[in-house]
């Protein structure tokens, strides 16, 4: 198996950049800031065919915050899943827990289930499922693995439980020996060029998550430094977006030559 790269990006500009530096497939979402919302339908249906090779999996998430969600939040989830731009996407990438840590199967099974038995993705094949890094929340890793397991769920996204990936380096161990390959265990949370190979070769893990981000300063000449938009940041006139140098880089870095 060939190392995989997932790119998490928040806008059109990052999908392309992240297809044409070699990533595997994005993750889209919007708000990154804040971990990542559900994007609109509209981003999903701009890129269904500019680069139909790379498989686009969506961000179910209807707020930042925990993941112990309300009757609301929880339809609001069900009619995200089942508007027509996001059932474009070629996975979907979800995660409930219960207000004890646990993985909430029957309510994770009925999100599930508004995809249809029979829906595939660009290639044919059934669409994928991927337990986000709520599982990184979880009061019981080991037992989450194999609720999510149960679930049928194709991979996990997660740190090992730590502040980031390269910290989580011994639950990430623990967790693809656990795995056994029946999921995939897709490390994420701080990777980047310099430190991906040391994360798989202590890991067993052959599959990477990153932001491959960069700053981008705004074309704006005139500037009101009195005025905040809210933006979470002190500098309203920049953002990151994905880099194309950086996926470029970190899928060298995954893939030498």
């Known amino acids: 198996m060939l190392p995989e790269l997932e790119v998490c990006t928040g806008d059109y500009d990052s999908i392309m950049a992240a297809f044409l530096g070699g990533a595997t497939r994005v993750e889209i979402c919007a708000a990154l800031p804040i971990g990542g919302l559900t994007p609109t339908a509209a981003v999903m249906e701009m890129t269904r065919h500019v680069?139909?090779?790379?498989?686009?999996?969506?961000?179910?998430?209807?707020?930042?915050?925990?993941?112990?969600?309300t009757d609301n939040e929880f339809m609001t989830m069900v009619a995200e899943m089942r508007s027509p731009g996001i059932m474009a996407a070629d996975g979907y990438v979800i995660g409930i827990l219960d207000a004890d840590g646990n993985v909430d199967k029957e309510r994770t099974a009925l999100l599930m289930k508004c995809v249809g038995e029979n829906a595939t993705d660009c290639e044919g094949n059934r669409k994928s499922f991927t337990f986000h890094r709520a599982f990184d929340m979880t009061s019981d890793p080991f037992q989450a693995l194999e609720d999510i397991i149960e679930l049928g769920f194709d991979r996990i996204l997660t740190s090992g439980c730590?502040?980031?990936?390269?910290?989580?380096?011994?639950?990430?161990?623990?967790?693809?020996?656990?795995?056994?390959?029946?999921?995939?265990?897709?490390?994420?949370?701080?990777?980047?060029?310099?430190n991906a190979r040391k994360i798989m070769e202590e890991t067993g893990v052959m599959s990477l998550h990153g932001s491959c981000s960069g700053r981008v300063e705004s074309g704006m000449r005139f500037r009101n430094e009195s005025a905040s938009m809210g933006a979470g940041s002190d500098d309203e006139y920049s953002w990151n977006t994905t880099s194309r140098d950086k996926v470029e880089a970190l899928v060298k870095a995954i893939r030498p030559e």
Request: glycine residues 12%.
């Open 162 to 194: 730590a502040a980031t990936a390269e910290a989580g380096i011994p639950m990430l161990r623990r967790l693809n020996e656990q795995a056994a390959g029946r999921i995939v265990i897709m490390a994420g949370g701080g990777v980047n060029a310099a």
């Open 51 to 69: 680069a139909p090779a790379m498989k686009r999996h969506v961000l179910i998430r209807p707020r930042p915050g925990d993941f112990l969600y």
